[in-house]
């Protein structure tokens, strides 16, 4: 597995405590974030398509 960081804050998730990767709701490319983003429910953008959310 690749490095991954957390699309929302950049943190590198080979160090955070947990984390979630779930496929674009859109077009199915790979979201990483880590747990503080996820909880908090801090917006990410899909790198391949821009889809937005919380």
């Known amino acids: 597995?690749?490095?991954?960081?957390?699309?929302?804050?950049?943190?590198?998730?080979?160090?955070?405590?947990s984390f979630v990767i779930f496929p674009c709701p859109d077009c199915g490319e790979e979201i990483a974030r880590c747990r503080r983003c996820k909880k908090l429910r801090?917006?990410?953008?899909?790198?391949?398509?821009?889809?937005?959310?919380?």
């Open 1 to 17: 597995m690749e490095s991954e960081e957390c699309v929302t804050c950049g943190k590198n998730l080979d160090s955070a405590e």
């Open 42 to 54: 801090n917006d990410y953008e899909c790198d391949n398509c821009g889809l937005t959310g919380p």
